[in-house]
Every structure is written in C-alpha cells, then in structure tokens.
C-alpha cells in the first residue's frame, strides 16, 4: 500500500500542470500502454473512509481470488484521472460521473465510469440556522467552485423558493444563472474538500453528505437535502480507460467492489447514509448529463 499527498489544484486551473511536472510527481506514465501487468490491479483512491474501507476490503477479497490490488492513496482530485489516461494506474476511485464527464471535456480525456460504488447525496448545512426560512438578508452561503458541483446548492435553493435560476441543468448551473435573488444572498466558493471547514465562518454551506457526518451532521439536520433524482449524476465511479473497460481485471474489480462484504460496509455506515445503486449503468446516466 502507498500513501502520497499531493497539492489540491483548483479544476480551472489544472491545466497549468506540464507533463514534465506530472512525471516529476510520479503520477504519470506518458505512452505507458498498460498500468500493470498479470494479476496486478492498480487504484488510485481518495484518502476518506468510504473510499479507503470499501478498498480494503476489496483487496482481501481479490486476494483471496489470486489477485493483487495496490492501492495509492491521495488527497489530490486532479491526477487521479490524468495518471490512468497516462497508463500508470488501471482505474481510479474518487470522483462521481458528473465530475468525471466535465474533466474529461476540459482535459480532452476519454476515461470511462466503469461501475458505480455508492451515491454521493448533497445538502445544505448551518451552524447557525435550523432553517432556510431563517437565513438572514445577505446571508453567506458556502458552495463548491468546481464546476461540476457549483449547481448542486443553487438548485436546493430554488427549489426552496430562494432562487430564481434560467433554464439549465444541475451540473451547467452556476452563478451566472441566477435570475433572480430576492434575499441578496452571497456565495462563497470554496473548494470542495474545504466546505465543511469553512463552514462556521458562512451561514449555511453545501456539504457532500459524507463530509457532514464527518462534521458531526445528519440527514435529519439538513437545511436541504438532494432529492434521489437530483442525485443521480453525483453516484462515485470507478473509472479507467476505455481499454481497461470490459477486461478481466475490470470484472474482477467490480466483483469485488459490489461484494456483499462491502455493501454491508456502506449499510452500517453512519446510518446507511450513502446508497449503493449497483443496478444502474454509468454509461447510460453519463449520456443523459
């Protein structure tokens, strides 16, 4: 098992990142045709617990079939993704469809869900506040910058009569569709790994719902919470090239990541919070962002 960190790069402006950097980094393989070879499986995984635990769990089983899982571990959500385009990775594990779709358009990558883990709920959370309806004039809102999230939070606002926004979908909503914000609300970008830091110093913020139970919230406390059709393209993928997809390694990895061991991993889980939609195809979902 590996453990890096890596600088957090803020999705607009990755694209300053050189090959030659990566490759200092160890994180890319430039022309490299395969990550590994034989019974080797090589992930590169999100360094929190509904990441790291359906891993680990994973690889015992895999091991147990003759397999070998090596995992990386990381904080960074820019180089997973160019690392299995690069050919030293097989797949990765950190990042759900809709944020997946927007970096392969920004980086002209061609990465692939290959089957879904679990669905990665959002919801609106206050440290101050029991209610939307509470929210003072001018009230500071926390939202994710990236712009696969940015949406999230404005759409429950909408929904809940705050806002006004044009014509668009969850994941091409941002700022610059709302038309209309009686409250003068203000929003604070923040990067997505740092919104439930920062949210003391705002008056209510968007968390994924694994980094609000994390922060000691619940469903139950929600200001607003996603509804299960407004979660559809925020389900965690693993992802790898078209290639890998398909493979006998790929199948061996879904095998095990669908396993019952670690669909009972996610039911105790701060109360079965993150559900498993295993019946679902990213393929399709993705076409439908």
């Known amino acids: 098992m590996q453990r890096r960190n890596f600088l957090k790069y803020a999705l607009a402006g990755a694209g300053a990142v050189s090959a030659a950097a990566l ?31 359906p891993t680990k769990l994973a690889q015992k089983l895999l091991a147990a079939q003759g397999w070998t899982l090596e995992p990386t571990y990381v904080t960074d959500i820019i180089q997973p993704n160019l690392a299995v385009a690069n050919g030293e990775f097989d797949a990765n594990f950190f990042q759900h469809n809709a944020y997946l779709k927007q970096f392969n358009q920004d980086k002209g990558l061609e990465n692939v ?29 926390g939202i994710p910058v990236d712009p696969a999230n940015n949406g999230r939070a404005l759409f429950m606002l909408r929904d809940a009569g705050l806002l006004e926004l044009s014509d668009a979908t969850v994941i091409h909503t941002s700022q610059k569709n709302i038309t209309a914000n009686p409250k003068k609300l203000q929003f604070v970008e923040v990067d997505q790994q740092s919104l439930a830091k920062t949210l003391p110093d705002v008056d209510a913020g968007f968390l994924v719902a694994r980094m609000a139970a994390d922060a000691g919230h619940s469903k139950d406390d929600a200001l607003a919470f996603e509804t299960d059709a407004d979660q559809v393209p925020f389900r965690i993928v693993v992802a790898g090239r078209k290639d890998f ?45």
């Open 23 to 53: 490759t200092g980094c160890g994180l890319t393989n430039p022309g490299g045709a395969g990550a590994s070879g034989g019974k080797t499986i090589k992930i590169i995984v999100t360094e929190s617990a509904p990441y790291q635990e």
């Open 113 to 141: 869900g290959l089957f879904y883990v679990y669905s990665a709920p959002g919801g609106i959370w206050s440290d101050k506040y029991k209610s939307l309806d509470e929210l003072p004039d001018g009230a500071k809102i």
């Open 245 to 289: 997809a398909g493979s006998e390694k790929a199948a061996a990895l879904k095998a095990a990541f669908q396993s019952p061991e670690v669909k009972a991993w996610f039911a105790s889980y701060q109360k079965g919070i993150l559900p498993t939609p295993w019946d679902q195809d990213p393929a399709a979902d993705v076409a439908k962002l």
